[in-house]
């Protein structure tokens, strides 16, 4: 980095948005490092895993020797193209794509809808073009994320968070939506549950009253028991995980076999050259179950090493959360907190056996292009925000929402109730 | 509810310590996680460790390589059986995409209908259909650049036969299991398979060993010993094509011959007609053909059999060689006649070479009551000694032991326990009633013809073991003092002046030593007696110049030519085989 733009960090006059620069009290500063460096641990960790079962893998499925790695470098490499992409662009870029995003989200998904059906996994997820395959609901995930947040701060600022027609019902709406959407046409019950996670937390972050919240999740529920009693494969997938060594030969196989993997590393693993599940036993090695596969491979110590690095990342993300005082950047962290920490707990939670299983990958680790891209567009989006944390005990809320409020009115129009809220009324917790 | 109520609880400060609880609730889920790995892998160990190891660990036997057959020819020494590496396709129809357009390519490549290809990649509930054998590499190749999802091919060591038919039924086969069947591959199928060693390794689920692991455990096979015969390529040849020419002009479809080496019990050729290609056995219906005749097919062989019955009487002193009788034409025992059927031989006095040379029945069973000492009865002590030469010194009624699939023992009729033993016993004389395989008669013929020896008759010359190291196999004695080398020399003698006074063409030299006698034998009738126009043609004889070097039995099944079947089918096909040992396999001349 050179040296101009490491001191326009301290620049005031360089804050985002530029317009209410002498307003702005959390002030540009140097980004949070350690969530690039906890990212690239995490991609590192992946290739490396990648790398280590790559030529097995490929030998099984008749593809040349370094497919599986080919691939897993072009997809680190647009996803950190993304990251830094990302993290130049103003949040105000994010508020403004919000809707477009959530448009083309909608739009794609009825594109899937009537592509032909996947033969492999007998659901409609995959927009493909020529050699490439993209999910789409990991679009929707970047869609849910942006207009979740835009939608909850803009509720907030205008103090009708507690409001049930105003912010209720469309959050109501949207959840079923989401359902029907992912759940049922996409059959994509592990991206609807990471999905669901982060509406209800950014719903319970925002400060939306406990009593609406739990009645969200007692709407999630329902949706959920009507989710797996009307699918007989997931009825399934559901009584192979309450008797797991029931069915190992029929449907509990994987899971059986993830548990074989895990179990078999003992304290220290087999060694990263070593793997014997990844070679056809356990299937989706490289993607879906490549935590057991690390399992195996590193052994207790590694694994809990892995667990930890998520753990930090949770904990570094929840810091920015804790430092962040526009509403609208505060909720986009917290929807990336929900998306990586609810992907990794399904992931690991089925590998471990302590969830059934869900065709989803873990995150930054697996193998799983659109997977990877979209969450690095995230966590790119995180390190922007981490420069704008604010440290300072004394510093007054009125200002957060004075700096920031520009975006919550793209047309110049203030908004009144930002104004309404004065700091001294606010009881500080 | 107004807007600045809604606002004021539920400043950022409260939701950030919504944050903080939602955070101790992931905090204790990583803390889940961590005890979750700590039991997986701390304490249930070993119990998944042994459950990778079922699903994983897999044992393998690497098969040993056979060992290959060779012959002597001439000089040296030439393989007859080899290995070739052939291709076995199969198919998991699980895994199979198209099973109609695979079906065509894969077709088009082995020359097949593609039509059974797609039904059998259609198959439900199997993992594994074979849709072809024998696929040569060439073919094996082209196939795999299909890269056709769920077809595979296994190599496999499948025989090949340089010399074509050559000895097939002494041969046998290799079945597609890789198990010796029939003639010498099932008689030495041990030695020639070899150990098969053993692979124990981590594999992945396909059931490929992964070559990283430690824990692999490698014991390496031990391939087959490889087979020297003692049979001559080009006599074996010579035999085939003399066997089958003899059959044609004596209008038989079936015979056998065997040519034996008197002084150490090695077969140097052996052959039956019909054959088959053993590198098609596949395609053979009628599994009859498999059968070595010589080894497996027993037969009353006639009055063959009267020298054999001569040369026990000299043994045991009871006739000299120019013993004369006088024959009554008939003998009555148990209520039946015994008559002449062959030449002349009406009632007269005769001598002991004239019953060899008319072939005498009631001569040989006058022979045979000479051991009883009682003309005009079988007595049991005639019983006892002849049945103690047919079994004790010519090994007849047992199994030579000679190294060959299926072998047949014969049948010599009990001495002392049955119905008609007078006449079963003077049957026996000229050999009916009783059962014999030429290559019996052959061994016996040379024990009485080589000074008294009795060699098991063999084909193996020698071993080579997977470790180059050459183990010869020496003959075996199995009887010595079979009779009298006096005898010997009268009973050579005696069948030289048989073969004389029956002027084989083209005649012999008196520089070589050539004897036989003829056999036509009564075919027994499964329904009971024996049919009265069906006989079998056979001739035992031998050829050399001091010693007989050769010994000779052919036998001609239902020859259609007019005569007695020995003389007129059997007879010639001797002759034949007699002149060319002599004009090509070395028969030291009289010195």
Known sequence: MSSRPRRRLYDSSSTEGGRNAAKSSARRHKPDYWILILTSLLLVIGLVV???????????????????????????????????????????????????????????????????????????????????????????????????????????QAGKIADFKETFQPLLILLIAVGLVVAKFQSDLGSTGVMVAM??????????????????????????????????????????????????????????????????????????????QAYGYLPEASNDSIFAIMAEKFGFIGTVAIVVVYGAFIARLKRIIEHTQDQFKRLLVVGVLAWLSTQMIINIGAMLGLLPLKGITLPLISQGGTSLIFLMAALGLVFQISRYTSYSKSEPETSVRQQSNNYYNPNGRRLGRAHSAPATTRPRT | ????????????????????????????????????????????????????????????SIAAERGVIMAHDRGGV?????????????????????????????????????GNYAKLMKTKNSRYVVLA???????????????????????????????????????G???????????????????????????????????????????????????????????????????????????????????????????????????????????????VADANLFNNAAVSSPLEIGSAMKVLTAAAALDQGVIKPDT????????????????????????????????????????????????????????????????????????????????????????????????????????????????TTPLQLAAALASVVNGGTYYQPHLVDSYMDSTGKTIAKKPVIIRQGVVSTVVSQQMQSLMEYVLANHHLQPPFTDNYSVGGKTGTAQIANPAGGYYSDKYNGTYLGFVGGDKPQYVIMVRVNQPGVGGYAGTAAAQPIFSTLAHMLIDNFGVVPKS
Not at chain 2, 90 to 109: C, E, M
Not at chain 2, 225 to 252: F, M, N, P, R, Y
Not at chain 2, 391 to 410: I, M, P, R
């Open chain 2, 1 to 60: 509810m107004t807007p600045r109520e809604s606002v004021t609880p539920y400043s950022s400060g409260n939701s950030n310590r919504r944050v903080q609880i939602w955070y101790g609730v992931l905090m204790i889920v990583i803390a889940v996680f961590v005890v979750r790995l700590f039991y997986l892998q701390i304490i249930k160990h070993d119990y998944y460790h042994q459950q990778a190891l079922k699903d994983q660990l897999k044992e393998y």
């Open chain 2, 133 to 171: 054998k024998r696929v040569t590499p060439d073919q094996k190749n082209k196939i795999m650049t299909l890269k056709l999802s769920g077809v595979g091919v296994r190599a496999q060591d499948y025989r090949t036969y340089p010399q074509g038919s050559l000895a097939a039924q002494l041969l």
């Open chain 2, 324 to 435: 004369s009788y006088s024959d009554p034409g008939h003998w009555l025992l148990d209520g039946h006649e015994i008559t002449n059927i062959e030449e002349d031989g009406g009632p007269g006095i005769h001598s002991v070479p004239e019953i060899l040379n008319l072939s005498i029945n009631t001569g040989a069973t006058w022979m045979l009551m000479q051991m009883g000492g009682q003309t005009g009865t079988v007595t049991k002590t005639a019983r006892d000694k002849w049945h103690d030469y047919m079994v004790n010194h010519y090994q007849l009624g047992k199994a030579t032991g000679v190294e060959q699939g299926y072998e047949s023992s014969g049948t010599i009729p009990d001495p002392d326990n049955g119905y008609a033993l007078q006449l079963t016993y003077a049957n026996t004389a000229f050999g009916q009633a009783m059962t």
């Open chain 1, 50 to 156: 990648v790398y280590s079962i790559s030529p097995g893998l490929a030998a099984s499925l008749h593809v040349s020797q370094g497919y599986f790695i080919t691939k897993q470098l072009i997809d680190v490499g647009l996803g950190l193209g993304i990251f830094a992409v990302a993290a130049y662009l103003p949040s105000s870029w994010w508020w403004r794509s919000a809707k477009p995003l959530a448009i083309v989200a909608i739009v794609g998904s009825l594109v899937v809808m009537f592509t032909p059906i996947d033969a492999v996994y007998q659901a409609h997820r995959w927009i493909r073009l020529g050699g490439f395959s993209f999910q789409i609901a990991e679009l929707i995930k970047l869609a849910l994320l942006t207009y979740m947040a835009r939608f909850l701060s803009m509720q907030w």
């Open chain 1, 199 to 276: 509406i209800v937390l950014m719903v319970f972050a925002v400060g939306v009253p406990l009593k609406k919240v739990a009645m969200i999740s007692a709407l999630v529920l329902v949706l959920l028991v009507l989710a797996i009693s009307s699918s007989a494969y997931r009825r399934e997938r559901l009584a192979t995980f309450l008797h797991p060594q029931s069915n190992c030969q029929g449907n509990g196989y994987q899971a059986c076999q993830a548990l074989i993997a895990v179990g078999s590393g003992g304290i220290f693993g087999l060694g990263l050259g070593y793997s014997v």
């Open chain 2, 78 to 114: 030439v393989p007859i059986v080899l290995n070739e590496k052939l291709y076995t396709l199969y198919a998991d129809p699980t895994f199979v995409k198209n099973p109609d357009s695979d079906a065509i390519s894969l077709a088009k490549i082995t020359n097949s209908q593609a």
């Open chain 2, 173 to 283: 086969f290799v079945s597609d299991d890789g198990k010796g069947t029939y003639g010498l591959e099932q008689a030495l199928n041990k030695e020639l398979t070899g150990t098969s060693g053993m692979l124990k390794a981590i594999t992945d689920a396909s059931g490929v060993p992964l070559v990283a692991n430690r824990d692999n455990l490698q014991v390496a096979p031990k391939d087959g010993s490889d087979v020297t015969l003692t049979v001559d390529v080009a006599i074996q040849k010579q035999l085939e094509t003399i066997l089958k020419q003899g059959l044609d002009k004596a209008k038989s479809s079936s015979g056998s011959a065997v040519i034996l080496d008197p002084n150490n019990g090695a077969i140097k050729a052996m052959a039956n007609w019909p054959t088959y290609d053993p590198s098609q056995y596949y395609k």
